[in-house]
Structures are given as structure tokens and as C-alpha cells.
């Protein structure tokens, strides 16, 4: 059974950054295939990033590209998002999600078996 446990949010001002943490236990790390999702109230859970097992292959969503950086160590079974120039934008609850499935990187929700927590980001303006 996977479990995955997220840290790191809280509230920082515009501008701002944040390094949330997501620690993998119950299974082999590098055999999943991360990534990272948030949702603010009323609206859908969205794709922030992902990556490969390797880390050699990354995806951001077009929003945070240029602000957001993920990425992972193996030997730690953790995967981190550095989110840096943080807008004033809704709360969100960032979620990690671990996927098993073959392939590279995945960005739909339905590709990953295994969530989080989340951990609350609250940017103010």
C-alpha cells in the first residue's frame, strides 16, 4: 500500500515561494511516476507538474512554467515542488499523486492510483 504524506504549505505573501514535500512510503520510489495537483474551493483539482522515475523528464502546466520547479530524490523516496514568485491567488490544496502505469510522465488525474493529503497554500496579496 502506498502512502504519500505532503508538507510544506502554509501562507506566504505575493512574491514569495514555498517548497512543498511529498514522502512515498509502503513501496519503491523510484517505480512511480510523480506528480503534483491542486485545487481551490469550487473548482476542479487541476495538473501543476509531473515526473519521470528517472527525473530526466519533466512537465509543468503552462501557469506556473518559469516559476514552478519539480523535482525528486530516489534515495530520500520524495518529490518536492519549488513554487517561487507565488501570486495572490484562491487557496488551493496542492496534492501529490504517485502512478505505477508504464510510460514516462502522465497529467490527468485518472493516470494516478495513489494521492495525498494535501497541504494548503494560501498566497496573500
Known amino acids: 500500500q502506498v502512502q504519500l504524506v505532503e508538507s510544506g504549505g502554509g501562507l506566504v505573501q505575493a512574491g514569495g515561494s514555498l517548497r512543498l514535500s511529498c514522502a512515498l512510503s509502503?513501496?519503491?520510489?523510484?517505480?512511480?511516476?510523480m506528480a503534483w495537483f491542486r485545487q481551490a474551493p469550487g473548482k476542479e483539482r487541476e495538473f501543476v507538474a509531473t515526473?519521470?522515475?528517472?527525473?530526466?523528464?519533466?512537465s509543468y502546466v503552462d501557469s506556473v512554467k518559469g516559476r514552478f520547479t519539480i523535482s525528486r530524490d530516489n534515495a530520500k523516496n520524495t518529490v518536492y515542488l519549488q513554487m517561487n514568485h507565488l501570486k495572490p491567488e484562491a487557496p488551493a490544496v496542492y496534492y501529490c499523486a504517485a502512478s505505477s502505469r508504464g510510460g514516462t510522465t502522465y497529467t490527468r488525474q485518472t493516470d494516478f492510483g495513489s494521492w495525498g493529503q494535501g497541504t494548503q497554500v494560501t498566497v496573500s496579496s
Open positions: 515526473i519521470s522515475r528517472s527525473g530526466t523528464r519533466i
Open positions: 509502503g513501496r519503491t520510489f523510484s517505480n512511480y511516476i
